[in-house]
Structure formats: C-alpha cells, structure tokens
C-alpha cells in the first residue's frame, strides 16, 4: 500500500490498521502528499512511481 502522508480523504491510522492484517505486503508513506499521488507534484509522484517498480517485477 502507498498512503499519502497528508491525506485528508482516507484515514492514514485506517491504512495502517489494514497493512498490519496483511499476510504479505507492507505499507509506504509518501511524506507531505495528499491525497491523489499521481496528481501530485512531481516530487510526490517520483516516490509513488519508485514504490511501484520497486513492487512490480520486471
């Protein structure tokens, strides 16, 4: 999960509650984002785009 540090929509302590239930995975927070990463500003987007090919494979 990438949850964004200032989100004001979803609750950050909800997203944590859920990665701690999960089996496998992790959570990431991108520090100073709001809500919609890839509508961020590009700092923002350049972590949540890292997180991302960093999870995917190939």
């Known amino acids: 999960m990438i949850a964004a540090g200032n989100d004001k929509i979803i609750s950050n302590r909800a997203i944590d509650e859920l990665a ?8 990431i927070v991108i520090d100073g984002a709001r809500h919609e990463l890839l509508q961020e500003q590009e700092r923002f987007r350049e972590q949540t785009w890292a997180a991302f090919d960093a999870f995917i494979p190939g």
């Open 20 to 27: 701690m239930q999960l089996k496998a995975g992790e959570r």
